[in-house]
């Protein structure tokens, strides 16, 4: 099984801040990770796919990167909509797919 | 409008069954594959099991191999999940969702609200 681990747990952000938040892949998932929020009461919602491709509606301010196994997340300017619960995930390894644990981003 | 509609989930005993199911609408579903992923409050998001658009492909976590059977119905637009064998483990909101292509290599790309499956004697 192929492990997805999500640092920080949570990440303390002010309105209007850069927030990155990171996911390593115990192995190789080639570009084959998705990015999710989900906000309480509410099902996941799709950001990225293929690493760093946008969802359609996503804003721009959501951006996905990868280097090797390891893949980032990075909203540049917080919005008030944005405090929520990230989950990665990877794709690649059918019928395997396996989450992060998720990293909840909190208003500072 | 994607609307994945879940249903079926509820109290059971361990060791009974439930069946779960899924009405999808706004979107042509048979060309499409589709999914059932877990969440529970101490082990996150789980995919449990996915299905190719014609059942071609399907397959299962080890969690729940053997005892889940995913199946679907295109004439009807629905999914299911039928789980026997129920352990307190399996307790959890259960989400259908849609993949973004038809061959189940991913990524999903609409969820629905979810239906909650407690296992508790």
């Known amino acids: 099984e192929i492990v997805m681990t999500q640092s920080p747990a949570t990440l303390s952000v002010s309105p209007g801040e850069r927030a990155t938040l990171s996911c390593r892949a115990s192995q190789g998932v080639s570009n084959n990770l998705a990015w999710y929020q989900q906000k309480p009461g509410q099902a996941p919602r799709l950001l990225i796919y293929t690493a760093s491709t946008r969802a359609t509606g996503i804003p721009a301010r959501f951006s996905g990167s990868r280097s090797g196994t390891e893949f980032t997340l990075t909203i540049s300017s917080l919005q008030s909509q944005d405090f929520a619960v990230y989950y990665c995930q990877q794709y690649n390894n059918w019928p395997l797919w396996t989450f992060g644990q998720g990293t909840k981003v909190e208003i500072k | 409008e994607v609307q994945l509609v879940e249903s079926g989930g509820g109290l059971v005993q361990p060791g009974k069954s439930l069946r779960l199911s899924c009405t999808a609408s706004g979107f042509t579903f048979d060309d499409f594959a589709m999914h059932w992923v877990r969440q529970t409050p101490g082990k996150g998001l789980e995919w449990v099991s996915g299905s190719s658009w014609n059942s071609g492909s399907i397959g299962y976590a080890d969690s729940v191999k053997g005892r889940f059977t995913i199946s679907r119905d295109n004439a009807k637009n629905s999914l299911y999940l039928q789980m026997n064998s129920l352990r307190a483990e399996d307790t959890a909101l259960y989400f259908c969702?849609?993949?973004?292509?038809?061959?189940?290599?991913?990524?999903?790309?609409?969820w629905g609200q979810g239906t909650l499956v407690t296992v508790s004697s």
């Open positions: 969702a849609k993949d973004m292509y038809s061959s189940s290599s991913g990524p999903i790309d609409h």
